[in-house]
């Protein structure tokens, strides 16, 4: 299963290994209290991708489209996919929004390739 988790979480609700899912190390957290498994920074969208998106909701189909694109050509993404591969994985994010960011849209994006788990 794949789970999302924002960084700032007081008490992460989900168990599975941890990866960091972000370009940046999220501001102000300390490597103990993030306790990741795995970063995995290039996979997070590009500069360009990010800026334009802005956390727009109007723009979230749009995004997923580019960002799956720019998935699908990153050598990274097959790392990513067979790490995910029979196991329980939290992506961590540090996106304000809850709800369409980046660890989101990956998520959707790493189930349809796997296919049922």
């Known amino acids: 299963m794949i789970y999302t988790c924002w960084a700032y979480d007081h008490e992460p609700s989900k168990k599975g290994k941890r990866v960091l899912v972000d ?7 300390t490597k103990e209290r993030l306790n990741i498994n795995e970063w995995y920074r290039e996979i997070a969208p590009s500069d ?11 723009k979230w189909e749009g995004f997923k489209q580019r960002y799956f694109s720019e998935l699908d050509k990153n050598p990274a993404t097959s790392g990513l996919l067979e790490y995910c591969r ?12 809850k709800e369409y960011n980046n660890a989101t849209a ?3 994006y790493v ?3 796997l296919g049922p788990m």
């Open 48 to 58: 360009e991708l990010r800026k334009w998106f802005s956390h727009d909701p109007e």
């Open 111 to 113: 189930l349809k390739r």
């Open 86 to 97: 029979n196991k329980d994985v939290v992506f961590v994010f540090s996106a304000k929004d």
């Open 23 to 29: 370009r940046l190390w999220p501001r102000g957290i």
């Open 106 to 108: 990956l998520k959707e």
